[in-house]
Every structure is written in structure tokens, then in C-alpha cells.
């Protein structure tokens, strides 16, 4: 099966996970908890981007050359340290600086496959980023994810790795700092699959729960 069939039609079966979500104050991000129960489904998204397929900005967003510094040297023949270092990008949010997340994705394009880096530079969302986006970045939040906030979910029944493609399932801690002071800590689960491009692994598809 080719890595393209095979992440279409990825299904990692018996997810049992419980994920606090936190927030305070007037954010309006309610705590909750997420369980699914034995022998439910997992479907990494097939979509990460809300832009629905139209004209091409005549001008592309610039593209980073380089992984950010704060997530260090990436040892891109291991397919569980780009999974993390993606999940640590995508999720690493400054509303000092970001528009929108959508942002913080670019920055993970050193480590994405070319197709969804070129989904992500042409096709911006066109939806406005949500009233939670708007309310951390009253606060001027920045949402980190450090090395140790990333570890592997809980799973049953994944598909095994191939030569050339693999999925991962994460639990990631996002940190929130302001200038008041740091915010509750923000807990979740995403899917991400991969795909050898040469010799390095690359990032296909991202997802959250």
C-alpha cells in the first residue's frame, strides 16, 4: 500500500486517553475531560488547514529555511523526534507576534512534506481564528511546548511503522505565560502522520482530538 492510501486510511483502533483541558478566568475555555472507550476509532484528520481551495494569494507567505532554535537540533532520521518537534511547533503560539496559529505552522514547514507545506503557504485560513484565539491575545499570551511536554498516547491497535510511513499519537502540555503572570497549563491529544521523503521523515498530516 503507498503512504498515501495507507495514512488515508488510517485508523488506530482502542484509544483509551483522558485529557484535562484547563483554562481561567474569563477565557471561556471550560475545563473537560475527553475519554474514548475501548475499540472506538482514532482517524488521524485528513484536513489541517480550514482554507477551503481557491485563488492562490498572488503574493506566498514566506516560508522559513530552518527549524526555530528553542526546539534545538531535530535528528530528522527519527521518525518519533520530527513527530515531536511538529507537535512542539505547531502548538508553540505567540499572540505577541502571530496573527493566527496558522502561523506557528508555518514554522514547522522544515519538517513537513512538501505538499502540505505548499497547502499551508498558498491557502491561509480564511475563517477568523476564534474568540479563544482573541482572548489569549488580550492577555498577550505565548503558548510554549517544552521538550518534556510531549509523550506518547495511550493506544491499541495502531498500524505498524513501514519503511516509509508511520503515525504517531501524542499528548502535549501547552504552557501559557503573560505579562500578569502564567496561565493553567492546556492538555491534548493529536495524531500526526508521517512519510520518508529520502532518507528524513516528514510530517503529512496534523490533528487534534
Same mark, same amino acid.
Given at each position: ?99 493566527? @496559529?496558522? /502561523?506557528?505552522?508555518?514554522? +514547522? *514547514?522544515? &519538517? #513537513? =512534506? ?7 503557504? %498558498?491557502? $491561509? ?33 495502531? @498500524?505498524? /511503522?513501514?519503511?516509509?510511513? +508511520? *503515525?504517531? &499519537? #501524542? =499528548? ?7 505579562? %500578569?503572570? $502564567? ?27
Amino acid at each position: 500500500m503507498s503512504p498515501a492510501r495507507l495514512v488515508a486510511a488510517v485508523l488506530v483502533a482502542g484509544v483509551v486517553l483522558v485529557v484535562a483541558g484547563c483554562s481561567s478566568g474569563s477565557s471561556g475555555h471550560t475545563e473537560r475531560t475527553v475519554t474514548s472507550t475501548p475499540r472506538t476509532s482514532f482517524v488521524i484528520p485528513t484536513q489541517t488547514t480550514s482554507r477551503v481551495a481557491a485563488t492562490p494569494p498572488s503574493t506566498p507567505l514566506p516560508v522559513p529555511a530552518s527549524i526555530p532554535a528553542e526546539i534545538g537540533v531535530v535528528d530528522q532520521t527519527s521518525v518519533d523526534a520530527v513527530a515531536a518537534a511538529v507537535a512542539r511547533i505547531w502548538y508553540g503560539w505567540d499572540t505577541t507576534r502571530d496573527l493566527t @496559529p496558522h /502561523d506557528a505552522k508555518l514554522r +514547522a *514547514v522544515p &519538517l #513537513l =512534506e512538501p505538499r502540505l507545506a505548499q497547502l499551508l503557504r %498558498d491557502y $491561509p485560513p480564511i475563517a477568523g481564528p476564534g474568540a479563544d484565539w482573541l482572548e489569549l491575545t488580550a492577555r498577550s499570551a505565548v503558548l510554549s511546548v517544552p521538550a518534556d511536554g510531549v509523550r506518547p498516547g495511550v493506544e491499541a491497535g495502531a @498500524p505498524a /511503522d513501514t519503511a516509509t510511513s +508511520a *503515525v504517531r &499519537l #501524542l =499528548e502535549i502540555t501547552q504552557t501559557v505565560s503573560t505579562p %500578569d503572570g $502564567p496561565l493553567p497549563d492546556r492538555r491534548l491529544v493529536v495524531g500526526l502522520a508521517l512519510v520518508k521523503v529520502g532518507a528524513e521523515w516528514r510530517v503529512t498530516q496534523v490533528g487534534t482530538r
